[in-house]
């Protein structure tokens, strides 16, 4: 169990976030400005509450427009990075978050720039006679860091930390970013959850789909 909730019986929303979304065209909602935190949240909730979910779900290898939102991903010197890596889980501000497998803490730390992860964990777990791999939860609370140290080991279903709220969680609005890695290339505390056009068969082989892990229907 990732999140307090069933994916088998609780309704929940699939979010689009490219510009397959009609909502994010400039023309169609041209009061929508996603650089501002309040504005974006009431977006995203309002859509789960007209639809009666609890949760709202997806991003794996989406193309998305959101991220032109803030500088960390749109650099003077580089291809700007719009290709999600992980799931994204929309939900309340507080929502506990669960260790889905047995783990070590690999590393932590708040990645505090407008934008980015805000407070982020990363696990490393093992199977028997395979290499090690990654698990990584972003936009947590500050105090889901508190008493952690490298090496800290958690059993599956034990509690990690809670959804943070923002400005805290990186500035979004309240969510989980799940995503999975292969290979660290040798970071800590941080890594790509967003990369570039050009950079995306690289990280999609470093960064399987989270849901082969969690089932969820409806995502690819």
């Not at 889901?144 to 809670?162: C, I, V």
């Not at 959850?193 to 470093?206: E, M, N, P």
Request: charged share 20%.
């Amino acid at each position: 169990m990732l999140l307090p909730f069933d994916f088998t019986n609780d309704p929940y929303l699939l979010l689009d976030f490219s510009a397959m979304n009609p909502d994010l065209a400039p023309e169609r909602r041209p009061g929508l400005d996603l650089a501002n935190t309040a504005t974006f949240t009431d977006y995203v909730f309002g859509k789960l509450k007209a639809a009666g979910a609890k949760i709202g779900v997806g991003g794996y290898n989406e193309h998305r427009v959101i991220y032109r939102r803030s500088k960390h991903f749109n650099t003077s010197d580089a291809e700007p990075r719009e290709i999600h890596l992980g799931i994204d889980f929309w939900a309340d501000a507080g929502t506990p978050v669960y260790v889905p497998l047995d783990g070590s803490v690999h590393s932590f730390q708040d990645n505090a720039t407008f934008g980015d992860y805000g407070p982020t964990i990363i696990l490393e777990h093992h199977n028997p006679g395979e290499k090690p791999y990654y698990s990584l939860y972003g936009h947590l609370t500050r105090q889901s860091l508190e008493g952690l140290y490298e090496g800290r080991a958690f059993n599956a279903g034990e509690k990690l930390g809670e959804i943070g709220p923002y400005p805290e969680n990186g500035d979004w609005p309240p969510h989980l970013h799940f995503q999975l890695m292969n290979d660290m290339l040798g970071l800590k505390g941080d890594f790509p959850g967003v990369c570039s056009l050009t950079d995306r068969k690289k990280f999609l082989a470093i960064c399987p789909n989270p849901n082969k892990w969690l089932g969820i229907a409806g995502l690819p």
